[in-house]
Nanobody, 125 residues
Framework: QVQLVESGGGLVQAGDSLRLSCTAS????????MAWFRQAPGKEREFVSI????????SYLRSVKGRFTSTRDNAKSTVYLQMNSLKPEDTADYYC??????????????????WGQGTQVTVSS
C-alpha cells in the first residue's frame, strides 16, 4: 500500500521560509516522479512543482519559480519543497503526489496516482 506523508507546514510571516517534506512508502521511490500541488480555500488544486525520479529534472509554477525549490533524497524516500520569500498568496494546503516516471511530466492532478493528506501553509502579511 502506497503512502505519502507530508510535514513541515505552519504559520509564517511574509518573507519567511518553510521546508515541506513528503515521505513515501510502498513503492520504488526512485521510479516515481514527485509533484507538489496546493489548494487555497475556494480554489482549484494548482500544480506547484515536479521532480523526476533521479532528481535531474524539475519544473515549477511560474509564480513560485526562483522562490521554491524541489529536491529529493531517494535513500530516504523523501521529496522536499523549500519555500523562500513566502507571500500571502502562497497560503494553501500543500499536497505531494506521485506517478510512475515515464519521462513525460504533467501539471494536471488526474495525472498522479498517489496523494498525501496535505499540510497547511499560512503566510501572514
Amino acid at each position: 500500500q502506497v503512502q505519502l506523508v507530508e510535514s513541515g507546514g505552519g504559520l509564517v510571516q511574509a518573507g519567511d521560509s518553510l521546508r515541506l517534506s513528503c515521505t513515501a512508502s510502498g513503492h520504488t521511490f526512485n521510479r516515481y516522479a514527485m509533484a507538489w500541488f496546493r489548494q487555497a480555500p475556494g480554489k482549484e488544486r494548482e500544480f506547484v512543482s515536479i521532480i523526476n525520479g533521479d532528481g535531474s529534472i524539475t519544473s515549477y509554477l511560474r509564480s513560485v519559480k526562483g522562490r521554491f525549490t524541489s529536491t529529493r533524497d531517494n535513500a530516504k524516500s523523501t521529496v522536499y519543497l523549500q519555500m523562500n520569500s513566502l507571500k500571502p498568496e502562497d497560503t494553501a494546503d500543500y499536497y505531494c503526489a506521485s506517478t510512475w516516471d515515464t519521462g513525460s511530466y504533467y501539471s494536471t492532478p488526474n495525472s498522479y496516482d498517489y496523494w498525501g493528506q496535505g499540510t497547511q501553509v499560512t503566510v501572514s502579511s
